[in-house]
């Protein structure tokens, strides 16, 4: 092979990986969470999505990339005076998100350093019209607030403040001082409420203890007085019915007693049995003899004596 063609040989294949080379180097490829602005001569051109793209050698670049996450900013304490002239620092977090990729590029010079200038400027504001005490208790309110400021004052870039949160506030030594005896003292006043209450609730459920214990014990009393009425009642009742019994018992004998002792009336017939009872008293299993009269008519006349002398 003759030496010139060799040479336009080796210049070709040179040639064909010098532009192979170009064309690799210019395909670029997009994240899904990032935007890519693109320039061409300095102008810009387009803004890329996901995917894979390529730039016009010698004529486009990349001037950014910007991402679409949702984004943290922690800026440095800023020192702040409120309404009652104290003097604190106050350090923020701002969550942003970027929803315009070309706004952001071209909107602001240096967005995050125009945040920070920002929210610090925001935040001497809103902290110069409340007081100290305010200011501890109101976070909401000042995180709204800075929000909404933020947010608007970052469309033009295009910025979203999500939301704004105070880090931490930080009063003066004598201030923190101060608050830490108040914050004592209420402890101690709350601690002494406290034991109060519980001997107040303790005297009370005392007290509704004896009062309980108190109508326990007569309702006791009472129970027993009923039971032992009752039971005296019943045994009245016993006795009464046996001494019905008895009585019905003799009357039901008396015909058998006239007959046996020639007594003309029921109540002869009772008298005379009532004189053999108390006969046998008198023998009380000692005697081995009793006597008893031989008349027993006489018996029957004495009864009869009885009867008349009972009803006068």
């Not at 008198?282 to 008519?297: Q, V």
Request: glycine residues 4%.
């Amino acid at each position: 092979m003759p030496p010139v063609l060799v040479a336009l040989v080796v210049i070709l294949s040179v040639v064909v990986f010098i532009l192979l080379l170009i064309i690799i180097c210019n395909i670029k490829i997009v994240k899904q969470t990032e935007k890519v602005i693109v320039e061409r001569l300095g102008a810009y051109r387009t803004t890329w999505g996901v995917g894979i793209h390529m730039l016009l050698p010698f004529f486009d670049r990349i001037a950014v990339r910007v991402s679409m996450k949702e984004q943290v900013k922690d800026f440095e304490p800023q020192s702040v005076i409120t309404k009652d002239n104290v003097t604190m620092q106050i350090d923020t977090v701002v969550f942003y998100v970027v929803t315009d990729a070309k706004l952001y590029a071209y909107g602001v010079e240096n967005p995050m350093s125009a945040i920070n200038y920002l929210s610090a400027t925001t935040l001497r504001n809103i902290i110069g019209e409340l007081l100290l005490d305010e200011c501890l208790t109101s976070r909401e309110l000042i995180n709204e607030k800075m929000r909404k400021i933020l947010d608007e004052a970052t469309d033009p870039w295009g910025i979203k403040v999500n939301r704004v949160e105070v880090k931490n506030i930080l009063p003066p030594k004598d201030i923190r001082e101060a608050m830490e005896k108040q914050m004592r003292a209420e402890r101690e006043k709350r601690e002494k409420i406290l034991l109060a209450e519980g001997q107040k609730q303790s005297a009370i459920l005392v007290a509704e203890g004896q009062k309980q214990s108190a109508i326990l014990n007569a309702e006791a009393e009472k129970q027993m007085a009923i039971l032992r009425a009752e039971g005296e009642a019943e045994s009245l009742r016993q006795v009464k019915k046996a001494e019905a019994d008895g009585i019905r018992s003799v009357r039901e004998a008396e015909a058998d007693g006239l007959k046996m002792l020639n007594a003309s009336k029921p109540i002869d017939a009772v008298v005379t049995l009532r004189y053999y009872e108390s006969l046998a008293k008198i023998a009380d299993g000692k005697a081995t003899k009793i006597f008893l009269p031989s008349n027993l008519e006489k018996i029957g006349a004495i009864a009869s004596t009885i009867k008349e002398v009972t009803k006068e």
